[in-house]
């Protein structure tokens, strides 16, 4: 290495190697263009290859980083190659990720004021950014949480405490049971939100469009009404024009809609404005799941699509998805923090009693967790250093390589597209093509370490699909990968 600081001279031999190795390796990491794709391995193959690496003596760091370099990454896929385009892939600055390691050597601990001031002040003027693309309120707060589960989970119990609290001031009886609505194409982990809270998901369908609007909410809201008012006559059909009126917002159990703002298999928006107004109507909290689309708020383009985002009363997005960060983040923003901090903090033990207090911002307060790493300093980092305008053009040059993608697949005749691409997801079909077909495709893309594209399914169907948000993905990668599809 070029360097060799001098306080390399404070370590004893073995441990300034080690940090040079260390360095080294972050910047071959760093350094790659295109990075490796790598892929998957068995537990066997791993264990023949990486040997026993817990020992009582220890392996010493030199080795056992030379393990992960060898054996262990390569077992990785990586998610920021410009063409891994499954799933959510990743795209991480290169500044956001270096700075991560400053994060892990600062050993920081950020779930109160007390002890991250500096920290939490840095993340809180990123949340602020966000809010600000979203039109919140400046008296709107939250924390970075560790991912779009965490983070719909925690604005969702935050939204039933809300429910209740307002039952038990208006002396009226709690619900049998809890529940709330989202639109069908709605993240699997909403489902996974409902069986932690014991509460149940009522999916709206939203037929060929695969979005929720505000008519098909208000339909199944009244449904809901209806059904719950014939409940105790035994009968479970539902009517809207039922005798015996709904007697306020929450009678039904419903304390809560999601919106989606970027669907995760086709980045689909729901109709914001639609579902903020129905809900307004009836004093129902609503809260936006932009786990993957909502980075799009920072793209002048795309803007549009979040009309009415102004007015929900919580939402989320993944710094770790299209906000070029390291994993795991997950930025989680209330209108009203209060309410979030009603319903979960401060964790009550005596020895916490010192950090409580109602005027620190004490990130613990508005989320599940109580310890946590400061992750959402990797992305204040990489925007104080970049500036806003860089990420607004990042974004709308993979929105760009998403209609460049789109336009090739309607091009070329043996392929067709599902639906018209939505935000950075192309879905499409390769006509003749049956499952079996689609999976050899992908398993062969993956194994030639050239690309990472496994198909999805739609309505019973196998069918390919593209996410882009990495910036380095172009137009002739794209073609590239529709080339292996003749
Ligand atoms: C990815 C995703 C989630 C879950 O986020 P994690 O960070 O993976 O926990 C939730 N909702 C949507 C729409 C997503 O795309």
Redesign the pocket.
């Known amino acids: 290495m070029a360097w060799d600081g001098p306080y390399v001279h404070q370590f004893d031999a073995e441990t300034a190697d080690l940090l040079r190795a260390i360095f080294d390796f972050t910047g071959v990491r760093l350094g790659f263009d295109p990075v490796p794709l790598d892929g998957p391995a068995t537990p066997a193959e791993l264990s023949a290859r990486a040997g026993r690496t817990i020992t009582e003596d220890g392996i010493g760091g030199l080795r056992a980083l030379a393990t992960f370099d060898e054996v262990l990454s390569r077992a990785c896929i990586s998610a920021d190659h410009p063409r891994n385009l499954a799933f959510?892939p990743a795209a991480p600055t290169r500044l956001s990720v270096l700075f991560d390691v400053v994060v892990g050597a600062s050993s920081i601990y950020a779930g109160s004021w007390m002890e991250g001031a500096g920290a939490v002040h840095a993340e809180n003027e990123t949340l602020r950014w966000l809010a600000d693309l979203a039109g919140l309120p400046a008296t709107a707060g939250g924390v970075f949480v560790p991912?779009?589960?965490?983070g719909?989970l925690s604005a969702l119990v935050a939204a039933r405490q809300a429910a209740r609290a307002r039952l038990a001031a208006e002396g009226r009886p709690m619900p049998a049971r809890w529940r709330f609505v989202c639109g069908a194409e709605a993240?699997s982990?909403l489902y996974q939100a409902a069986m932690v809270l014991d509460a149940d998901i009522v999916a709206v369908p939203t037929g060929e469009e695969g979005r929720l609007t505000g008519p098909l909410l208000a339909a199944a809201l009244d449904d809901l009404a209806g059904r719950s008012d014939l409940a105790g006559r035994g009968d479970l059909v539902g009517h809207r024009d039922s005798a015996t009126p709904s007697d306020g917002p929450v009678h039904d159990g419903v304390f809560a809609v999601v919106a989606?703002a970027?669907?995760?298999q086709f980045g689909i928006v729901d109709d914001l404005r639609g579902v903020v107004d129905v809900c307004r109507d009836r004093g129902l909290w609503v809260h936006a799941?932009g786990?993957?689309g909502l980075a799009a708020l920072a793209a002048p383009s795309a803007r549009p699509l979040f009309d009415g985002i102004a007015d929900v009363d919580s939402f989320i997005v993944?710094p770790h998805?299209w906000l070029f960060a390291p994993f795991d983040a997950?930025a989680l923003i209330y209108r009203d923090p209060a309410l979030a901090r009603a319903a979960h903090g401060p964790q009550r033990a005596g020895y916490l009693d010192v950090l409580d207090s109602a005027v620190n911002w004490n990130p613990s307060d508005y989320a599940i967790g109580l310890s946590r790493r400061a992750r959402g300093l990797p992305l204040w980092f990489s925007l104080a250093a970049h500036g806003t305008r860089a990420y607004a053009e990042a974004i709308e040059t993979t929105l760009a390589t998403t209609r460049a993608a789109a336009a090739q697949i309607a091009a070329r005749p043996e392929l067709e597209l599902v639906r018209p691409a939505e935000l950075s997801v192309v879905v499409f079909r390769r006509l003749g093509w049956q499952d079996a077909d689609y999976h050899r495709w992908s398993e062969n893309l993956l194994r030639e370490g050239f690309a990472f594209v496994p198909p999805t399914r739609h309505d019973g169907e196998t069918v390919a699909r593209f996410a882009v948000v990495n910036p380095r993905t172009t137009p002739a990668d794209i073609e590239a990968i529709l080339n292996t599809m003749v």
């Open positions: 959510i991912g779009g589960t965490v719909n993240h982990s989606t970027g669907t995760t799941d786990a993957y993944d998805k997950c």
